[in-house]
């Protein structure tokens, strides 16, 4: 069993940067792939970007791509979600996951572990 806890969503003007984390419980961090997804209001739940458990691996999704940034420290249990160049579409419940898969998929349904979310809004 993996808990997460997210932290750092907040409100900031567009063109703005924030840093997500992710804190996961249990000993065995470094085997679980990490996911970061998002909700906006009325709309399906979407990938944003995933680590492997060695960093090797970082998909992003196309619309933040070159803007955001995922990052793991297995030594803090942790992983991070830099957020640059916000814009306004990128307001919604930020979700941190966590998998045992080696195959990293960018559908929410595949991944187990789940936080409870943090709240980000950018203001035009």
């Known amino acids: 069993q993996v808990q997460l806890v997210e932290s750092g969503g907040g409100l900031v003007q567009a063109g703005g940067s924030l840093r997500l984390s992710c804190a996961a419980s249990g000993r065995t961090f470094s085997s679980y792939a990490m996911g970061w997804f998002r909700q906006a209001p009325g709309k399906e739940r979407e990938f944003v970007a995933a680590?492997?458990?060695?960093?090797?691996?970082?998909p992003y999704a196309d619309s933040v791509k070159g803007r955001f940034t995922i990052s793991r420290d297995n030594a803090k249990n942790t992983v991070y979600l830099q957020m640059n160049s916000l814009k306004p579409e990128d307001t919604a419940v930020y979700y941190c996951a966590a998998d045992l898969s080696l195959a990293i998929r960018r559908t929410p349904g595949t991944w187990k572990f789940w936080g409870q979310g943090t709240q980000v809004t950018v203001s035009s």
């Open positions: 680590i492997s458990g060695s960093g090797g691996s970082t």
